[in-house]
């Protein structure tokens, strides 16, 4: 005989309607790709056809992994690169992994050590004929 805790339930459970979503593992390879390419939720989410939230409730392992896995693959291809003589992939872990830096030294210090710039030249306080010696001798360096 029936029990009357068999019967459907009026305020939840899954006793009729929509059955619940159970995704297939082709679905789950292909969240699993577009997570690891970085593609959005919602995105993905619409490609599957289900709403974010059945999303994450049914793949919570490949959004949580999908990312570091590619990563690894990408890592490994680039480090084996690196060691059998790749010189960008070489120069690009070093920059990335290491902490390298290409860096150029600019010495700013003055010719005498005091980092003191040199006074230039008040133009205002020069003869006409001074200002032209000036111009004639830089047009002579020029010419040169």
């Known amino acids: 005989m029936a029990d009357a805790n068999d019967a459907p339930s009026v305020f939840g459970g899954n006793k009729g309607g929509r059955p619940e979503f159970q995704p297939t593992d082709e679905q789950r390879e292909r969240v699993a790709d577009m997570v690891a390419v970085g593609i959005t939720y919602e995105q993905i989410a619409a490609v599957i056809g289900i709403a974010e939230g059945t999303l994450t ?14 990563n690894a693959k990408v890592g490994k291809s680039l480090f084996v690169r690196a060691v059998n003589g790749d010189t ?7 920059k990335a992994q290491m902490g390298w ?8 210090s003055s010719s005498d050590g005091s980092m003191t710039p040199k006074p230039g030249i008040d133009a ?19 010419a040169d």
């Not at 960008?88 to 070093?94: C, E």
């Not at 010696?133 to 830089?138: D, L, N, Q, S, V």
């Open 124 to 142: 205002s306080k020069l003869s006409t004929e001074a200002l032209r010696e000036i111009m004639a001798a830089k047009d002579a360096d020029s």
């Open 88 to 94: 960008s992939a070489a120069i690009w872990w070093t």
């Open 101 to 108: 830096k290409e860096r150029k030294d600019v010495d700013l």
């Open 57 to 70: 409730k049914h793949f919570a392992h490949e959004l949580a992994t999908a990312k570091a896995e590619a």
